[in-house]
C-alpha cells in the first residue's frame, strides 16, 4: 500500500510504501494529482493506496497518561464537586463515579474510540483499584482494549489512588489487579498519602518484581519532599536492576529547585533510565524540556482525566494537548513547538516500548524512518507548527499499517 502526496514531518512531498506494519520506502512523489481529488469520506482509493493530498505525515500519538476509567466524555456537563487535595478528589470520584447515565464499560470505549479517531494509537491508561471498586474499573479498561485491538495499543497500570497502606485490603487489591491482566503496577505519593514512604515503595517494587511488570508512580509530592521521594524511587531502580522500566507522572515538585538541582536529577533520571510523563499543567514549575532531551530523559505526554469528577477538562484530543505542552512551556519557534510534537508522539511511543529510540534532541524528528511500525497520522496543516496552532480535523490515522480513523470517526 502507498500513502501518496504526503509531506513526511512537513518535509518534501513524498509516496510512502507500507508493507504489513511497517514502513518500507519513502521516495519523492512521483505524481501531483489535483488536490482533494479523492472524497473525504474515502481515504483510500480504488487501488488501496492512501490519499494523502499534501497532508502532513507524523507519527501517531501516544497518550501514556490517562485515566479512562473515570471519563465522562459524551455525558452531560455536571459542575466540579472536588474539594483540594488528592484524598479528598479521590472521595469525591468515589462517592460519584457509578452514578454516570451509562454504564462504565461503554464510555471507557466510548472515550477510546475518540482518541483513536482523533490519531492516538498508543494509550497508557490507569484503571483505578481499591477496596471500594475492587476491579471494577480495571474491567473496563481492559473491555475496552479489547474491543478496540486493532485499531489501538493499550497498557493498562493498577492504580491504587487511595495510597497502599489508609485502608486495609489495598495492597490485596492491587495484587489482584496484576493477576487480572494489568501490564504496569502504580504508586502514589509515598510521603503525602501513605506518609510511610519505606512501605509504600515496598509493596510496589515488590510487586513489580514478583511479576514482571513495570512501575509507574505518581507523584504531586512539593519541592523537597518530591525530589526526596523521587530520590528514593531512583535508588530502587537502580538496586533492583530496573532501569528503562520505572516511570514518574508529573512530577510537579521536582522543578522548582535550584539550576543545580534541577540539572543533578536530570541527569540521575538519565543514568537510572526513569522516564516522565506530564500532562502539561499550567502554574510556574516546567518540565526542563531541552535539559531531559540533552540527557536523553525519556519524555511523553498524556491528557490525564477527561471531563471526570477530578476536572472538567479533557478532550480525548492528542493534538490540543501538544498545543497546551508547548503554550505552558511558553515554546515559539517553530523546532521547539515541533519538540513539543516529538514528545507527544515518538517520546511516548518509546515509553511504551523501550526499543524504540528515544528523543535525545530538540532536532530528533523521528518515526518516520524505513522499517518503524506505520502507526501515522495525517494531518491538515501548512507546517507542523501551524498544524499544532490550528489543530484542524483533517485527519486520517493508521495503526500497524491499516486505516482504522478518518475525518475524526473510526472505519
Known amino acids: 500500500m502507498w500513502i501518496r502526496q504526503c509531506r513526511p514531518w512537513g518535509e518534501e512531498l513524498s509516496d510512502v510504501r507500507i508493507e504489513g506494519e511497517s514502513i518500507a520506502e519513502i521516495r519523492s512523489a512521483e505524481r501531483a ?3 482533494g481529488e479523492e472524497s473525504a469520506n474515502d481515504p483510500v482509493s ?85 477496596t471500594d471498586a475492587g476491579l471494577e474499573r480495571l474491567e473496563a479498561v481492559l473491555a475496552a482494549r479489547e474491543s478496540h485491538r486493532a485499531r489501538c495499543e493499550v497498557q493498562v497500570i493498577a492504580f491504587p ?26 504508586g502514589i505519593d509515598p510521603c503525602t498519602l501513605d506518609r510511610d514512604p519505606v512501605a509504600h515503595l515496598d509493596i510496589v517494587f515488590g510487586l513489580a518484581e514478583q511479576y514482571g511488570v513495570p512501575v509507574d508512580i ?4 512539593p519541592g523537597d519532599l518530591g525530589r526526596f521521594s523521587a530520590d528514593l524511587i531512583l535508588e530502587r531502580t537502580v538496586a533492583l536492576g530496573m532501569q528503562g522500566q520505572v516511570l514518574i507522572s508529573h512530577g510537579y515538585g521536582l522543578w522548582d529547585g535550584t539550576e543545580g538541582q534541577t540539572r543533578a536529577l536530570v541527569e540521575r533520571m538519565a543514568d537510572a533510565d526513569v522516564a516522565t510523563a506530564t500532562i502539561a499543567p499550567g502554574g510556574q514549575q516546567r518540565l ?17 482525566g477527561q471531563r471526570d469528577y477530578w476536572s472538567p477538562y479533557g478532550n480525548a484530543d492528542m493534538l490540543d494537548r501538544t498545543w497546551q505542552l508547548a503554550f505552558t512551556h511558553g515554546f515559539r519557534r517553530d523546532d521547539l513547538v515541533e519538540h513539543a510534537l516529538s514528545v507527544a508522539t515518538s517520546g511516548g511511543a518509546s515509553i511504551m ?4 529510540p528515544r528523543v535525545s534532541s530538540v532536532g530528533d524528528r523521528l ?45
Open 33 to 35: 494529482g489535483p488536490e
Open 46 to 130: 480504488e487501488q488501496g493506496d492512501v490519499e494523502g493530498r499534501g497532508r502532513l505525515l507524523l507519527p501517531a500519538f501516544a497518550d501514556v497518561h490517562v485515566h479512562l476509567d473515570s471519563t465522562r466524555l459524551g455525558l452531560p456537563f455536571r459542575p466540579h464537586t472536588g474539594a483540594p487535595g488528592v484524598w479528598a478528589m479521590m472521595l469525591n470520584d468515589r462517592a460519584h463515579w457509578r452514578e454516570a447515565e451509562i454504564g462504565l464499560v461503554e464510555r471507557v470505549a466510548h472515550t477510546l474510540e475518540l482518541e483513536i479517531a482523533r490519531g492516538t494509537t498508543r494509550v497508557r491508561s490507569f484503571a483505578q483499584v481499591d
Open 161 to 186: 489512588q487511595a495510597g497502599l497502606l489508609r485502608e486495609d485490603g489495598s495492597a490485596r487489591v492491587l495484587e489482584d489487579a496484576l493477576r487480572a491482566g494489568a501490564d504496569v503496577v502504580g
Open 218 to 221: 505518581h507523584l504531586h509530592e
Open 288 to 304: 526542563p524540556l531541552e535539559l531531559m532531551a540533552e540527557h536523553g530523559v525519556r519524555v511523553g505526554l498524556g491528557q490525564d
Open 353 to 356: 516500548d523501550r526499543t524504540l
Open 367 to 411: 518515526g518516520l524512518a524505513v522499517g518503524d511500525r506505520a502507526d501515522l497520522l495525517l494531518l491538515a496543516g501548512e507546517t507542523p507548527t501551524a498544524a499544532v496552532m490550528d489543530r484542524l480535523p483533517d485527519r486520517t490515522v493508521l495503526h500497524r499499517g491499516r486505516v482504522v480513523a478518518d475525518q475524526l470517526e473510526v472505519v
